[in-house]
């Protein structure tokens, strides 16, 4: 019997749990008035198994600043290299692509942009303000890259209040050398920490992916920092190899194990905890937010966000 707390070197083949059918009508009409824009959304670009559901409400995480990224992360498939500089308009596009499709919630993420004076957080700083005056009722999301844990680059983002503040772990700090070579656990754990300090206004959200060979015990160890840096919502989903050019998926963990992670992540102090094999950081974005607003009471004494 195979030890669950061990990542197994020979997974079986793709469960029946982690596959999805394509709804290809919905996926086609959103995809198109995203080409229509010239925007790119990380569902495509990522290979997001929940693209034909999510495409079919509609709803869709854009890309900004680019689709190749300056980092190579090895379990991700946006391509890497040099980008081309950022698009002054980009974010007046967005906002009218997603006032076009009746968004009510939208997410902003990023390829990681080392290459730039401010790493693209006055690009995320503006869009999130041209959606304000297009869209004056709809919640912001914001999927930042690290800024390198630059506090006056992350400051940039927060102070056009987005609803959610969400930066991916993605994975355990042991496997930060050989997963994401130019990353660091202690950063973005940082990078998490300085948004929960800066206002309980915003929701501060965080996710990682199993099935890179990681372990239960290692799983817990960074559900705990994740609770101790202040942040209250986690998603954990399966990771799915995108292409033959990413790592191979080390082991595929079952729902059951899932349901055990959710629940080691709640009594580590994580109120909202989404996971399961398909779920991805922007799984169901608008109702988990909708949720802690829903309890959300105010301020403690010690400054901790009710
Ligand atoms: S930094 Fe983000 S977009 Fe870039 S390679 Fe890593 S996971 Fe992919």
Known sequence: MKDRGQACSCPERIPSWAKKNKRLKDL?????GLRTLSLASVCEEARCPNIAECFARPTATFLI??????????????????PAPPDPREGERLA?????MGLKHVV????????????????????IRAIRK??????????????????D?????LRERPEVFNHNVETVGRLYGSI????????????????????CDT????????????SKEEVAELLEALSRSGCEVVTMGQYLQPTAAQVPVSRYWSPEDFKRFSDIAKNAGIRYVISGPLVRSSYQAKEVLEEVRRNRIGVGKDGTCL
């Open 203 to 214: 929701v501060v959200k965080s996710g990682f992916m199993l099935g890179l060979g990681e």
């Open 180 to 199: 994401r070579p130019q990353a660091s656990l202690k950063t973005s754990l940082a990078v998490l920490r300085t948004a929960r300090e800066y206002s």
């Open 96 to 100: 009218q692509a997603a006032a076009t």
């Open 28 to 32: 086609h009409l959103t995809k198109t």
């Open 108 to 127: 902003i993420t990023s390829v990681t942009r080392d290459d730039l004076p401010d790493q693209g957080a006055a690009a995320f700083a503006g869009t």
């Open 65 to 82: 600043l680019g689709d190749i990224c300056t980092r190579g992360c090895r379990f991700c498939s946006i391509r890497k290299g040099v």
């Open 134 to 151: 297009l869209l004056p009722g709809a919640t912001v999301e914001v999927l930042i890259p690290d800024f390198s844990g630059r506090t």
């Open 153 to 157: 680059l992350i400051e940039t983002v």
